[in-house]
């Protein structure tokens, strides 16, 4: 996630700003991810985080 977020998200902070809109690669690189699910169980196809990892990835996120 922190890969993601570095490599892939902020390199194009303005772009997403000037935009007001996440690009189409990176929601599908996101969705590809999981990270539409984060909370979802795996049985589901989400990544089934528990409450602590699901803060983690917010604070990575955000």
Known sequence: MRDFV???VA??????????????DLR????DMALFGDAISQDWG???LDLVQDVELAMELG
């Open 46 to 48: 989400g990544l089934g």
């Open 11 to 24: 390199p194009r902070e303005l772009e997403i700003m000037a935009s007001d809109a996440i690009p189409d």
């Open 28 to 31: 599908q690189q996101a969705a």
């Open 6 to 8: 570095r490599n892939r």
